[in-house]
């Protein structure tokens, strides 16, 4: 049982088990360090994030797909001043939006490893894993080299 | 189709106000019942209010009653609130209008208003964070500044969009806001403040942001049939245009071309039978200066990645092609979400009565227009503006 800190309203991570989201697998495949979505089995339509109904064509049925781990940074900024509640302690820190690999998606994610003056339009960067204090699961991505 | 008209306007004054969430209600109520003549309270049959978030920065829901009670009225056609973030005040004044045409309603009245300031500052930024996707985007430490500042890096890599273009902007809109007593901003701030004012999300400074702002705004709204029984000069509304593209940011097909706008515009300009450059001014949503570069673009006052070329040359200033945000716009008065958008008629109305200070006036204006951009630029909406019926 995840135990949350904050109050609930003011938490920004998703409940992640089965008892209160019916994309659970998403999370239990990042604990293994894999980024998946659904793909709609009936249009094939790629959606980023996972569904559970879809969107194009009405259908519920879908398989997980792994996306790339890989990508280049589209667009970055830094969060120099006025995060957010529980991120205070993060600052500064680095936001860019990663074109994953052979994909539409443009995921906007914290970039690790580095400092804003490091980071360059184009920059590869891949995925990494980790666990939040309360064990839930969480994604950022990192330079690649 | 009916023609709607505006008829009335009132302002609370924006800033950081020692005024609680129903003060700066009743002060825009007072505001807009001093302005009008001749109308009986009991003939308010609908109420709409534009409010983004009263349950975080006021911890009150079901806002509607609590304002009519406020005002002193019994709506009884429509009472709703309007949410639609940073356009939430533009909504309510979208939804009257439509029930007006029907001819549902008869006189409406919209209030727009949002106290912002809190106690604890933390608390209001961590709010503002649920404006975007918080489940995916805003749990990453996102929220608008990082979104506009990646905004302005695409722009200024894809267009060569400089920051001293972007504190133009900023130094534009200020010296508007001198010009109006109820600006949260009412000091110059020539560029080359902007550009040594604190880092934010680079590369976008503290007076590249609008601030964090009370306020609120009223209009009321009736038939063209009705429209002279309460003023002599009423502010027709004749066009609208929005639309709503992605919300989840990996879904963006641009950050530097904000595909939603463009398309509010055309139906904008399509529904009112005008081009861009029949406007005579423009209030357009400067949340950052970035954002009215880009809108002069995508909203077709100039070529797209001539937007800072157009405020260089001071194209969007009064004598320039297309004078934009004459109040202040956001970064000169403050954004205080639920009353910007109607902060922004009340310009439009006060411009085509011409009792705006001289400064600001632009001098017989017929036509104007009123653009919200709300959460991460992905909903954009309009409304056309005329000092006559269509
Ligand atoms: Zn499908």
Same mark, same amino acid.
């Given at each position: 049982?995840?135990? $949350?800190?904050?109050?609930?309203?003011?938490?920004?991570?998703?409940?992640?088990?089965?008892?209160?989201?019916?994309?659970?697998? &998403?999370?239990?495949?990042?604990?293994?360090? +894999?980024?998946?979505?659904? *793909?709609? +089995?009936?249009?094939?339509?790629?959606?980023?994030?996972?569904?559970?109904?879809?969107?194009?064509?009405?259908?519920?049925? &879908?398989?997980?797909?792994?996306?790339?781990?890989?990508?280049?940074?589209?667009?970055?900024?830094?969060?120099?001043?006025?995060?957010?509640?529980?991120?205070? *302690?993060?600052?500064? &820190?680095?936001?860019?939006?990663?074109?994953?690999?052979?994909?539409?998606? *443009?995921?906007?994610?914290? $970039?690790?490893?580095? +400092?804003?003056?490091?980071?360059?339009?184009?920059?590869?960067? +891949?995925?990494?894993?980790?666990?939040?204090?309360?064990?839930?699961?969480?994604?950022?991505?990192?330079?690649?080299? | 189709?009916?023609?709607?008209?505006?008829?009335?306007?009132?302002?609370?004054?924006?800033?950081?106000?020692? %005024?609680?969430?129903?003060?700066?209600?009743?002060?825009?109520?007072?505001?807009?019942?001093?302005?009008?003549?001749?109308? =009986? #309270?009991?003939?308010?049959?609908?109420?709409?209010?534009?409010?983004?978030?009263?349950?975080?920065?006021?911890?009150?829901?079901?806002?509607?009653?609590?304002?009519?009670?406020?005002?002193?009225?019994?709506?009884? #056609?429509?009472?709703?609130?309007?949410?639609?973030?940073?356009?939430?005040?533009?909504?309510?004044?979208?939804?009257?209008? %439509?029930?007006?045409?029907?001819?549902?309603?008869?006189?409406?009245?919209?209030?727009?208003?949002?106290?912002?300031?809190?106690?604890?500052?933390?608390?209001?930024?961590?709010?503002?964070?649920?404006?975007?996707?918080?489940?995916? =985007?805003?749990?990453?430490?996102?929220?608008?500044?990082?979104?506009? %500042?990646?905004?302005?890096?695409?722009?200024?890599?894809?267009?060569?969009?400089?920051?001293?273009?972007?504190?133009?902007?900023?130094?534009?809109?200020?010296?508007?806001?001198?010009?109006?007593?109820?600006?949260?901003?009412?000091?110059? @701030?020539?560029?080359?403040?902007?550009?040594?004012?604190?880092?934010?999300?680079?590369?976008?400074?503290?007076? =590249?942001?609008?601030?964090?702002?009370?306020?609120? %705004?009223?209009?009321?709204?009736?038939?063209?049939?009705?429209?002279?029984?309460?003023?002599?000069?009423?502010?027709?509304?004749?066009?609208?245009?929005?639309?709503?593209?992605?919300?989840?940011?990996?879904?963006?097909?641009?950050?530097?071309?904000?595909?939603?706008?463009?398309?509010?515009?055309?139906?904008?300009?399509?529904?009112?039978?005008?081009?861009?450059?029949?406007?005579?001014?423009?209030?357009?949503?400067?949340?950052?200066?970035?954002?009215?570069?880009?809108?002069?673009?995508?909203?077709?006052?100039?070529?797209?990645?001539?937007?800072? #070329?157009?405020?260089?040359?001071?194209?969007?200033?009064?004598?320039? #092609?297309?004078?934009?945000?004459?109040?202040?716009?956001?970064?000169?008065?403050?954004?205080?979400?639920?009353?910007?958008?109607?902060?922004? @008629?009340?310009?439009?109305?006060?411009?085509?009565?011409?009792?705006?200070?001289?400064?600001?006036?632009?001098?017989?204006?017929?036509?104007?227009?009123?653009?919200?951009?709300?959460?991460?630029?992905?909903?954009?909406?309009?409304?056309?503006?005329?000092?006559?019926?269509?």
């Amino acid at each position: 049982m995840t135990t $949350i800190v904050l109050p609930y309203m003011l938490d920004f991570y998703p409940l992640q088990d089965e008892d209160n989201t019916r994309i659970h697998q &998403f999370y239990a495949s990042l604990r293994e360090g +894999k980024l998946t979505t659904t *793909k709609c +089995k009936d249009c094939g339509g790629l959606f980023w994030p996972p569904r559970v109904a879809c969107p194009g064509c009405n259908s519920d049925q &879908f398989e997980w797909v792994e996306l790339p781990d890989e990508g280049e940074l589209y667009a970055f900024t830094a969060m120099l001043l006025g995060a957010p509640l529980g991120m205070e *302690k993060d600052v500064p &820190f680095v936001l860019g939006m990663v074109q994953l690999d052979g994909t539409e998606f *443009k995921v906007l994610s914290r $970039i690790g490893n580095t +400092k804003y003056e490091d980071c360059s339009l184009g920059m590869r960067v +891949k995925l990494e894993t980790y666990e939040l204090e309360d064990g839930r699961v969480w994604f950022r991505f990192v330079p690649a080299d | 189709m009916k023609n709607v008209a505006i008829v009335a306007c009132g302002l609370a004054p924006f800033g950081v106000r020692k %005024a609680t969430w129903r003060e700066l209600v009743q002060e825009a109520s007072k505001a807009v019942f001093d302005d009008v003549q001749n109308l =009986d #309270k009991k003939d308010i049959d609908s109420l709409f209010v534009g409010a983004a978030m009263p349950e975080r920065f006021a911890f009150q829901s079901h806002v509607a009653p609590l304002v009519a009670e406020q005002v002193g009225i019994v709506p009884h #056609k429509v009472v709703t609130r309007t949410e639609l973030a940073c356009s939430s005040g533009q909504s309510a004044v979208r939804t009257a209008w %439509a029930s007006i045409v029907t001819g549902l309603s008869d006189i409406a009245l919209c209030l727009g208003v949002e106290k912002m300031n809190m106690p604890n500052m933390l608390e209001t930024q961590t709010s503002m964070a649920c404006v975007l996707e918080r489940e995916w =985007d805003g749990v990453q430490g996102a929220s608008a500044p990082p979104f506009f %500042a990646m905004c302005a890096q695409r722009h200024m890599h894809e267009y060569g969009t400089t920051v001293e273009q972007m504190a133009m902007v900023s130094e534009k809109n200020h010296h508007f806001s001198t010009t109006n007593p109820y600006a949260q901003f009412q000091k110059e @701030i020539p560029a080359e403040k902007v550009l040594g004012s604190p880092m934010i999300a680079p590369p976008l400074r503290l007076f =590249d942001c609008s601030g964090i702002t009370d306020g609120a %705004a009223a209009v009321i709204l009736t038939s063209e049939e009705r429209a002279k029984e309460f003023t002599d000069v009423p502010t027709y509304i004749i066009g609208s245009g929005q639309c709503s593209m992605a919300s989840n940011l990996a879904n963006y097909k641009s950050l530097s071309t904000w595909h939603p706008l463009k398309i509010a515009a055309k139906e904008a300009y399509r529904s009112a039978k005008i081009g861009p450059m029949d406007l005579d001014f423009a209030e357009v949503h400067d949340c950052f200066t970035i954002s009215e570069i880009i809108e002069y673009e995508d909203a077709g006052f100039c070529e797209k990645g001539e937007g800072g #070329k157009f405020i260089e040359e001071g194209q969007s200033n009064i004598g320039g #092609k297309m004078p934009i945000n004459t109040r202040g716009g956001l970064l000169g008065t403050g954004h205080p979400l639920g009353a910007t958008g109607i902060g922004q @008629i009340v310009e439009i109305m006060q411009q085509f009565r011409s009792t705006v200070p001289k400064e600001r006036l632009v001098d017989g204006a017929e036509m104007a227009m009123a653009h919200n951009l709300s959460g991460a630029a992905n909903v954009h909406s309009i409304l056309v503006f005329g000092r006559s019926p269509r």
